[in-house]
């Protein structure tokens, strides 16, 4: 179905008052108003234009041009950082030429340029960071799509980059950036709806474009939590005619409830220090900058309940004897006191044994794995956080231990996801990196940074960390550390100051106000809900 009359209208009303309000108004440089109602007639009265044979080889060529650039970059964004000013450049020039083309021409289709023509004209309308130009093109956009001459995908683009130059959070999900070798997906309107909004517009799950991102790059991709500043000023009640519409209600209050905290205490060198004797008044926590008081507090004693999660993989074929042998060995120095999981993936994700502190039981059953397969890493933590850690795990505290070389073959789960479902839980993530196999080749290695980039982020996100391990004979060795680790968590609470739960996202900080010679480390925040 086409877009209705009624979201033209509404839409290109909406957009139009906050250019205003942001005072990105003034000179057209691509359509002034009387352009606009030009072209739009001639898009809804198209007449015999001739063919176009020079504009659609011209359109072609400045397309071919970019995507060159943007190649070189994608494929080594470290290397070729010195080549995106070049690529922004070259956009933008781009783009003001095909402003001209549509302001001489009327809008382009097929019968004048070809298809290929039409695709290289929208492509170039998108990619660039002329917003305000995208602006005075988008009621264009609108009616092509209107009409059938371009994807209603290309409207959907051109609406999260025009809201996002406003400061206003987009819509459908299609816009990110990269920075210090992560991509960041920018903040989305509504998570609930995106999936819907995205599938009115013909677009793909956002896994898949995240799927897509992550694969063109070689790098993890983070979902942006939406500030409260950024939703306020993102609501308004129906901005599509399809249904885009936000709740404009206030904040909901409701009774304070205790966050709760694992706070490992390590050395400066990020190891474990040998004693501990902190007490409630050593502790200081900040929320969004704001000084919170400790309400409660309990001592690194308190029991832990430990799921391990093993990488069974194809990659790991020869090592799966040293593996099992190093699993029964964190089994056994494990805590009396703490409760034992532990799960396996490879083609399948197995419930090797569901929480319990029978270790003579669970060394049994892990010599009786027998897995092989695909890597579904992100897709294993997530069924230990559905089937595990939120069913059994409720008032206790808990971590995963994770052995796994990092590259994900996941069906469902993303690493946004997952960094999602981190975020939504209080459970330490401990990964013990296996740097395995080093091969050389450009691409591999690229995997293999992301691979242990993207482990190190659950770790700092969540307040575990991340051990890496050139040879599983090291493997005894790690897991005593993790265990020691494990000792010297403290839980901390705090009633916030902030009461409402507006489903935003608090960052948290933690430090210790004694012993500065050593350092408190936590999950970096929550939502609000």
Request: glycine share 6%; charged share 30%; proline share 3%.
């Amino acid at each position: 179905m086409f877009l209705s009359r009624h979201f033209s209208a509404v839409l290109f009303t909406f957009l139009t008052v906050a250019v205003l309000a942001a005072e990105l108004s003034g000179q057209p440089r691509c359509l002034s108003n009387d352009d606009v109602k030009r072209v739009l007639q001639s898009v809804s009265s198209p007449s015999v234009i001739p063919d176009k044979k020079k504009l659609r080889k011209e359109l072609l060529a400045m397309r071919d041009e970019l995507q060159k650039v943007d190649s070189r970059i994608a494929f080594d964004l470290e290397k070729n950082q010195s080549l995106i000013p070049e690529s922004k450049s070259i956009a933008e020039k781009h783009m003001l030429r095909v402003c001209q083309i549509v302001r001489e021409n009327g809008w382009l289709t097929k019968d004048s340029i070809g298809d290929d023509g039409v695709a290289a004209l929208t492509d170039l309308i998108r990619n660039n960071e002329l917003y305000t130009e995208q602006r005075e093109l988008l009621p264009v956009l609108i009616e092509a799509a209107n009409k059938g001459y371009i994807a209603k995908s290309i409207v959907a683009s051109s609406i999260d980059s025009i809201r996002l130059a406003l400061g206003s959070p987009q819509i459908f999900g299609t816009q990110a950036r990269i920075r210090n070798g992560i991509i960041y997906l920018l903040p989305l309107l509504d998570e609930a709806k995106v999936e819907e909004w995205r599938k009115a517009y013909d677009l793909p799950s956002l896994a898949v474009e995240i799927r897509n991102l992550e694969d063109r790059y070689a790098m993890p991709l983070l979902r942006v939590p939406l500030p409260r500043a950024l939703a306020m000023n993102g609501k308004t009640n129906d901005i599509s005619g399809l249904g885009i519409s936000t709740d404009e209600s206030e904040p909901v209050k409701v009774e304070t409830k205790i966050v709760n905290l694992n706070v490992r205490i390590v050395t400066r060198d990020f190891k474990a220090p040998t004693q501990l004797n902190l007490t409630k008044d050593d502790f200081s926590i900040a929320e969004d900058g704001v000084a919170q008081q400790v309400a409660f507090f309990s001592t690194a004693e308190k029991p832990f309940d430990l799921i391990l999660i093993l990488d069974f993989s194809g990659s790991t074929a020869e090592k799966r004897g040293l593996i099992k042998k190093a699993a029964r060995r964190f089994v056994e120095y494990a805590r009396p006191q703490d409760r034992i999981a532990i799960v396996a993936f490879g083609d399948e994700i197995r419930m090797i044994s569901d929480l319990t502190e029978d270790k003579t039981a669970m060394a049994e059953k892990i010599k009786e794995i027998n897995i092989s397969g695909v890597s579904p890493i992100w897709d294993s933590m997530n069924f230990a956080f559905k089937n595990i850690i939120d069913k059994g795990s409720l008032g206790r505290r808990s971590a995963i231990v994770i052995m796994t070389d990092g590259l994900d073959g996941s069906r469902e789960s993303t690493f946004a996801d997952l960094m999602e479902a981190t975020r939504r839980r209080e459970t330490t993530i401990y990964p013990v990196y296996l740097d395995l196999e080093k091969n050389g080749v450009a691409w591999f290695e690229r995997l293999r940074r992301k691979a242990q980039l993207s482990l190190s982020m659950l770790a700092d996100e969540s307040g575990g960390q991340l051990y890496k391990v050139d040879d599983l004979k090291d493997l005894n060795g790690i897991y005593e550390q993790v265990v020691n680790d494990l000792g010297k968590v403290y839980s901390v609470g705090y009633e916030p100051k902030n009461e409402e739960r507006d489903g935003g996202w608090r960052s948290l900080t933690v430090m210790l106000k004694t012993q500065t010679n050593l350092i408190a480390k936590t999950r970096r925040g929550y939502y609000a809900n």
